[in-house]
């Protein structure tokens, strides 16, 4: 499985506010981009924190993109996933609606009745890890059911996962003219923290669009 990250961030690192509240970093021209980037997925990725933040619907908003999926004989738009180590994605969330399908990433230990709630609502569920979702063994699930091309957008908490657990094989990140602040603000990989083996990338290209910067690596 390809498994590209893409966020925008400030200048000073930041995803969002201390509020955890969404912001707008970038522009049309990396909306645009971005909605490129799905449309080539066959899903695309969240964090739980993600969804309970922002309530994302994942979906295209480019009906051309849409209708290039349709001709080559995809889903109008790509699968959607959350990782939720204990099932929290409330039931109402848009991206459990059935524009596409929804694989929810679960541990073990997630409550029954929330899996059996997550499942009536139209959630594929996909237990992997004990206490914590085991991304190498959910990202293989996921494989098996056709997902060979992964998009993760967010947030901190499953960027930093991602690296940690050697997943990720691309990253692009705008970099946006502002400056956020804020010591509790997320940041592009939060978690932990490495102390060693930090993880290397490499630069691919740097592109000036909007207002901003885009940063594209190799991992």
Excluded: W
């Excluded at 995803?15 to 969404?22: A, D, K």
């Excluded at 979702?133 to 060979?148: I, N």
């Amino acid at each position: 499985m390809h498994v590209h990250v893409n966020a925008a961030a400030s200048l000073d690192g930041k995803l969002s506010s201390r509020r955890r509240e969404q912001v707008k970093i970038s522009g049309d021209e990396d909306f645009a981009r971005v909605d490129e980037i799905r449309a080539a997925a066959d899903a695309v990725a969240v964090g739980v924190g993600t969804v309970l933040a922002d309530d994302p619907h994942l979906t295209l908003d480019d009906p051309d993109l849409v209708a290039a999926r349709e001709d080559r004989g995809d889903p109008p738009h790509p699968a959607r996933v959350v990782a939720d180590s204990r099932a929290r994605t409330p039931t109402d969330a848009r991206i459990l609606d059935d524009a596409a399908t929804t694989y929810v990433l679960v541990s073990e230990a997630a409550p029954d009745a929330r899996r059996e709630a997550l499942e009536s609502a139209g959630a594929e569920l996909v237990v992997a890890g004990a206490e914590r979702v085991s991304l190498p063994d959910a990202f293989d699930a996921l494989e098996s059911r056709g997902v060979e091309r992964l998009m993760v957008e967010g947030g901190g908490e499953l960027i930093f996962s991602l690296f940690e657990a050697s997943l990720v094989d691309e990253l692009t990140l705008y970099v946006g003219s502002m400056v956020i602040g804020g010591r509790d603000a997320p940041t592009l990989a939060d978690g932990e923290g490495f102390v060693a083996d930090f993880p290397r990338l490499s630069l691919r290209d740097v592109e000036r669009v909007d207002d901003g910067v885009l940063l594209t690596y190799d991992c």
